[in-house]
């Protein structure tokens, strides 16, 4: 049911689709009208059919320019109740003059008329012209949603190659960049190092290093849009056999009778029209049950098979057409051509909508899967980058600030040179690395304090909860960028002496907060509080003042796999 209810729905679509006649069902129609659906001119015979052929070829030009200007005005119009009503006119236009075009034009050339039977001639043509229109419809409508969403397909396709390929390009060229950083800050060290350390030299570096890290961050990570190759090579092409299928039941039985009616009509009496509906119908679905067999074959051999089983079928309805009418004479060679050719028509068109259908569903699963290649790419290029951006700016260029502070009131001696190169090496390598701590890599908070406890008194408060949860690499790492961020920022823009640092747990996260005698240079609202980005650099910490404090604090969700009941 729900099946029959998307082709009802497709077949509605297209019905007001502003281009339900193309010049390709115009020609079907033309070829259809002139070699089967023919008048009958005279007796029975070879002759009189091609007489028939003749009157409906002369007749047809009219007919045409009525499609003509039924498809020149749906495509025009925007609203659908009016496109509806244009193609239904156009219908039963060209279904109504027909025979008397027809007849008119039997009379002029041979002097023959075509005979009555008006309301039978006319409603047959109302059915055929109505089943061959729509077919045909579906077939270029859905060919060219195929078409469409093939390449778009293709496209997002290349598309997405060329973004992987493009990021890790990047990657390559991020990775090249830090490295050369990493070797100019080494030396840079070194140099300053080997000379006399002064408080204006360790500034000068620390600056060089605030630099490399801004360099860092300006580096690409994604593909810029537009900048993509839309090449879309090749495109393969099913064949023509590959594409012939079993065709919906009675479809091609019926179509074939609605176009041959009138002449059995005309020639045999109802009964005769009756006897070729059922015996059609059989035929019909004993193809499609054939054909239902073979659909596992591969595509060429499929199409041979079905191009066999119609020829059968036309032969089968052309010895029902001698029995039925045994005067018929040659005429009743058609269905061995007309069947298949019917039988072709409405297995493309069955072929396209299902494809069109197959595609779509293809589009976005491959699109998707792309998407998430490409995402999972863009990241392995960026977290190494900004792991590297906030080792700089934070550890790096807090050993300066720490080195810097102790220069500017000592002379500095051998002992906290070499324990500046050996901390600086440590850092230069895992930035040129660019790996993810781990909780037994770097140094943990207790290291950090008493870095920065040569320059000032640190007080360090550590939740029995909290220490839990500082062993998640990802946790611990951020605790330790923002409690390095905040010595910085004291010892730099306040020259504070002392700093207060507190860790606690906070139900399923880690809050960290530094606190330090200074003043912030404004407040943004009455309560004097600060949102992250103002001296910091974390999207969850908050710089605000509170007395004589500098408090700088932040909240870092815990892994679900390190969680536990606080």
């Not at 495509?75 to 509806?84: D, E, G, I, K």
């Not at 879309?232 to 041959?260: C, D, I, N, Q």
């Not at 230069?428 to 304090?449: H, M």
Request: with cysteine; proline share 4%.
């Amino acid at each position: 049911m729900r099946s029959a209810g998307r082709v009802g729905g497709a077949l509605g679509a297209t019905f007001v689709s502003g281009e339900y006649f193309t010049r390709w069902s115009l020609i079907l129609a033309l070829a259809v009208g002139v070699l089967l659906s023919v008048p009958s001119v005279g007796s029975p015979s070879f002759g009189g059919y091609l007489r028939g052929v003749t009157v409906a070829a002369l007749g047809s030009p009219l007919l045409i320019a009525i499609g003509l200007a039924a498809a020149w005005a749906e495509r025009r119009l925007t609203n659908r109740v009016a496109r509806a009503f244009v193609v239904a006119g156009a219908i039963v236009a060209i279904s109504g003059i027909r025979p008397f075009v027809n007849d008119a034009i039997s009379t002029l050339v041979f002097a023959t008329s075509t005979g009555g039977n008006w309301t039978t001639r006319i409603t047959t043509n109302l059915v055929t012209c109505v089943a061959l229109f729509t077919v045909c419809a579906v077939a270029i409508t859905y060919h060219r949603r195929l078409r469409a969403t093939t390449e778009r397909l293709q496209l997002a396709g290349v598309q997405m190659r060329a973004g992987i390929a493009e990021v890790r390009r990047l990657r390559d060229a991020a990775t090249a960049e830090r490295h050369r950083l990493v070797d100019d800050l080494r030396a840079s060290r070194d140099d300053m190092l080997a000379s006399t350390v002064t408080y204006e030299r360790v500034r000068d570096y620390s600056n060089r290093v605030r630099a490399a890290s801004h360099e860092l961050d300006s580096l690409p990570t994604a593909p810029a849009p537009g900048t993509l190759d839309d090449d879309l090579g090749e495109r393969r092409r099913l064949p023509v056999m590959g594409r012939l299928g079993a065709t919906p039941p009675l479809a091609v039985g019926l179509t074939y009778v609605a176009a041959t009616l009138p002449f059995g009509l005309a020639h045999g009496g109802p009964s005769v029209a009756a006897t070729a509906i059922v015996a059609c119908v059989a035929i019909d679905l004993v193809a499609v049950g054939l054909l239902r067999a073979a659909r596992r074959l591969r595509p060429r051999l499929r199409g041979i098979v079905f191009l066999a089983v119609w020829l059968a079928a036309g032969a089968a309805v052309m010895a029902l057409t001698f029995a039925l009418i045994p005067t018929v004479g040659s005429l009743g060679l058609v269905p061995l051509v007309g069947v298949p050719l019917v039988a072709a028509v409405i297995s493309l068109s069955v072929d396209a909508y299902r494809r069109a259908r197959i595609e779509e569903r293809r589009a976005t699963t491959v699109l998707l899967a792309s998407a998430r290649r490409l995402a999972a790419e863009v990241d392995t290029t960026a977290a190494p980058l900004q792991r590297a951006i906030d080792v700089l700016h934070g550890r790096l260029q807090g050993r300066c600030v720490i080195l810097a502070a102790h220069v500017d009131e000592n002379d500095p001696d051998p002992d906290t040179l070499q324990a500046f190169r050996t901390q600086t090496d440590d850092i230069l390598d895992e930035v040129r690395a660019g790996d993810a701590p781990t909780t037994d890599d770097g140094e943990d908070i207790d290291d950090l304090v008493r870095a920065w406890s040569v320059v000032m008194d640190v007080t360090l408060r550590v939740d029995d909860g909290a220490r839990d949860g500082l062993s998640a690499p990802a946790v611990v790492d951020a605790v330790h960028g923002l409690i390095n961020e905040g010595l910085v920022n004291a010892v730099k823009h306040s020259g504070a002496r002392w700093a207060d640092i507190k860790i606690d747990r906070n139900g399923e996260a880690i809050a960290a907060r530094v606190s330090s005698p200074g003043i912030l240079a404004a407040a943004t609202s009455s309560t004097g509080e600060r949102v992250a980005g103002i001296g910091t650099r974390g999207a969850r910490t908050v710089l605000r003042q509170v007395g004589d404090r500098v408090v700088l604090e932040g909240l870092f969700p815990l892994p679900s796999a390190t969680s536990a009941p606080s």
